[in-house]
């Protein structure tokens, strides 16, 4: 989908820690940084895709831009205000337009409630439909997330992972949101089902005009449903760029290790990688992070000076920045066949 020129939402700085300190009266400083000055701008109609390894802030990013957990530092901006300097009625009212399908379908339905129930209430907490014309909300929800209409007066233990997920997306919608936040949507699922969730999702775009910001760790489903690409690593933003730049011409050594990690059935693919394709050891204490970049533990290509500088963004190609004082140029190389069949 081609993204519209203006900005939905704009992260700008965010910066977010949780404190784990220890000891009597908690004398043993220690703090968390889970995002790090993060900006990203996204725009309407696009589907900006984050990645990264477990533990590297994504999801902690998605709670603060939903408004659940606030910002040390920084503002998130929608429609051109800062949600976090909304009263609780004026935030109540922006939060219609962006709405969260969060990983596991399971924990995020209430099962005492009916899916009619379910679907309807945030219709009901935001008076927009009474009566007849919340069934006839309800069930349009239903079918437009491919959902029997008889299904409202069953339980969520009645279906399976794939239609809990579909009920929670119909939820989603219910209040016609223009920016959705899908963290890791599709990894609590079976793979045949997760690409009938991201065709879904694909659909529901289209048309309802949705903007999505797409959390994951699985690089075939980003790959398949995002406009763009942010690659994360220890709460940072370490490259972004459009979806094929980043898995033809990835810049940064973290990213192409993760390309590397796409599974193939041909061992001799793996014997075959470039040196700049290998994650050395393993991920450092997020609580106690490395001086200068936090990757050049690991990093097979870092010297002196990323140890004691920290790299700034800085743009590689047309619409591509790289965190990385030695920016990879050339090309990565080819997917296989096997590669590109396991990214739907």
Same mark, same amino acid.
């Given at each position: 989908m081609t993204a519209h020129t203006s900005p939905l939402?704009?992260?700008?700085?965010? %910066?977010?820690?949780?404190?784990?300190?220890?000891?009597? *009266?908690?004398?043993?400083?220690?703090?968390? %940084?889970?995002? !790090? !000055?993060?900006?990203?701008?996204?725009?309407?109609?696009? %589907?900006?895709?984050?990645? $990264?390894?477990?533990?590297?802030?994504?999801?902690?990013?998605? =709670?603060?831009? @939903?408004?659940? /957990?606030?910002?040390?530092?920084?503002?998130? *901006?929608?429609? $051109? %205000?800062?949600?976090?300097?909304?009263?609780?009625?004026?935030?109540?009212?922006?939060?219609?337009?962006?709405? @969260?399908?969060?990983?596991?379908?399971?924990?995020? /339905? !209430?099962? +005492? @409630?009916?899916?009619?129930?379910?679907?309807?209430?945030?219709? +009901?907490? #935001?008076? *927009?439909?009474? $009566?007849?014309?919340?069934?006839?909300?309800?069930?349009?929800? /239903?079918? =437009?997330?491919?959902?029997?209409?008889? #299904?409202?007066?069953? #339980?969520?233990?009645?279906?399976?992972?794939?239609? +809990?997920?579909?009920?929670?997306?119909? +939820?989603?919608?219910?209040l016609k949101p223009k920016l959705i936040v899908c963290d890791e949507p599709v990894s609590a699922l079976d793979v045949s089902i997760q690409a009938q969730i991201l065709n879904l999702l694909q659909e529901l775009q289209e048309k309802y005009s949705l903007t999505y910001l797409f959390i994951g760790h699985g690089l075939p489903s980003v790959h398949y449903i995002s406009d763009r690409i942010a690659v994360m690593y220890l709460g940072e933003i370490v490259e972004i760029g459009k979806k094929d730049v980043i898995f033809n011409n990835p810049a940064h050594p973290y990213t192409r290790a993760l390309l590397s990690s796409i599974p193939v059935p041909d061992p001799d693919h793996h014997e075959n990688r470039p040196q700049e394709s290998y994650i050395l050891g393993d991920m450092p204490n997020p609580i106690d992070p490395p001086s200068g970049c936090k990757f050049h533990t690991r990093c097979p290509i870092a010297q002196d000076i990323c140890k004691e500088k920290s790299p700034a963004p800085a743009s590689v190609r047309d619409n591509q920045e790289a965190a990385c004082h030695f920016p990879i140029m050339e090309p990565a190389a080819e997917l296989s066949q096997e590669q590109r069949a396991s990214v739907y």
């Open positions: 939402l704009e992260i700008k700085d965010i %910066t977010k820690s949780f404190d784990f300190s220890k000891g009597w *009266m908690k004398k043993k400083q220690q703090f968390l %940084t889970a995002v !790090n !000055n993060v900006s990203l701008t996204i725009y309407e109609g696009e %589907t900006v895709g984050i990645v $990264g390894e477990s533990g590297c802030g994504k999801s902690t990013l998605a =709670n603060v831009v @939903m408004g659940v /957990l606030p910002p040390d530092e920084g503002k998130i *901006m929608f429609h $051109g %205000t800062d949600i976090f300097s909304l009263s609780k009625k004026e935030l109540k009212n922006k939060r219609k337009g962006f709405q @969260m399908v969060f990983q596991d379908p399971s924990s995020s /339905l !209430n099962p +005492r @409630m009916k899916v009619f129930d379910i679907i309807a209430e945030p219709l +009901r907490a #935001y008076k *927009m439909a009474v $009566g007849e014309r919340l069934i006839e909300e309800v069930e349009s929800l /239903l079918t =437009n997330v491919g959902l029997d209409i008889s #299904y409202k007066e069953r #339980y969520p233990h009645e279906f399976s992972g794939g239609q +809990r997920q579909r009920i929670v997306i119909a +939820r989603a919608l219910a």
